[in-house]
C-alpha cells in the first residue's frame, strides 16, 4: 500500500450516534516477469471507550 488517508466524523441524530469513516488508498505493483497483486484491503476495528466520560448521577 502506497499511501492511506482516514478521516473519521460523529454525528448524533436524536438518540443515535452515527460514525462515518471515509477511507482512501491506493496501492501499487511491479513484477518484471509473473504477476502481481496490488490489493486495497482495509481492517477497521471500533472500540467503545471506557471512563472517558464518568457520570456522576446522584
Known amino acids: 500500500m502506497t499511501r492511506s ?3 473519521s ?3 448524533r441524530v ?3 450516534q452515527y ?3 471515509q477511507i482512501r ?3 501499487k505493483g511491479y513484477a518484471d516477469i509473473g504477476n502481481v497483486l496490488a ?3 482495509v481492517n477497521i476495528q471500533i472500540m ?3 471512563g472517558r466520560r ?4 446522584r
Open 5 to 7: 488517508n482516514v478521516k
Open 9 to 11: 466524523y460523529r454525528y
Open 14 to 16: 436524536g438518540k443515535n
Open 19 to 21: 460514525i462515518v469513516i
Open 25 to 27: 488508498q491506493t496501492a
Open 39 to 41: 490489493s486495497n484491503a
Open 48 to 50: 467503545k471507550q471506557k
Open 54 to 57: 464518568a457520570s456522576r448521577r
